[in-house]
């Protein structure tokens, strides 16, 4: 397995799709290499392509919003994505592009080692959880893999686009801080 350095410098170089010819920059992810709770979105937007770190447009402020009510954020999560560079005009990334990237969020998620890994949407859902899933009747499930906790919830860009989706949202936070408290207490 490649040390953090290496999987950087990889992720940085990487020409494996086309995606590498629109970015601006690569947005490998952001947060401790040791969070217990891993958060993993579709793919950057524009305001991440731009910046290089993911979830900061409005979508990211409405997570770093919904986190800080069950007293997780930054600080103590890891944020990634399936793929690592926009897709032109936000459209969901691609089957060969998701599988292009899909190595470098591996290796991410052997070395921050998360207790919890909460998919933000159906995209990263069906890529991590199963190919079926369905985020409006499983959204707040709980499978475990391998010795890790997978759930999803909406994507914070769904939730801008249609607050009724909120009150399960928060519904979902309950859960999720609900079980980092129970795999905490086994430590």
Not at 44 to 62: I, S
């Amino acid at each position: 397995m490649r040390t953090w350095e290496e999987l950087e410098r990889d992720c940085g170089r990487c020409m494996r799709c086309g995606l590498c010819r629109t970015r601006h920059n690569v947005v490998f992810g952001v947060g401790p290499r040791d969070a217990d709770v891993m958060f993993v979105g579709e793919g950057p937007g524009e305001q991440e392509d731009l910046r290089g770190e993911p979830f900061v447009g409005p979508a990211g402020m409405l997570l770093d919003d919904m986190l800080s009510i069950i007293d997780l954020g930054r600080h103590n999560c890891y944020i990634a994505n399936i793929v690592k560079c926009r897709p032109p005009h936000n459209r969901d990334p691609q089957e060969q592009e998701q599988e292009a990237c899909i190595d470098y969020l591996r290796d991410q998620m052997a070395l921050v080692k998360p207790k919890i890994i909460v998919c933000l949407g159906r995209i990263a859902a069906m890529k991590l959880i199963k190919p079926d899933f369905r985020i409006t009747r499983e959204h707040g499930a709980w499978t475990e893999k391998g010795g890790v906790w997978f759930t999803a919830m909406y994507h914070p860009s769904a939730l801008l686009r249609d607050v009724s989706k909120r009150p399960e949202t928060f519904e979902d936070l309950l859960s999720l801080r609900e079980k980092l408290r129970e795999l905490q207490g086994k430590l």
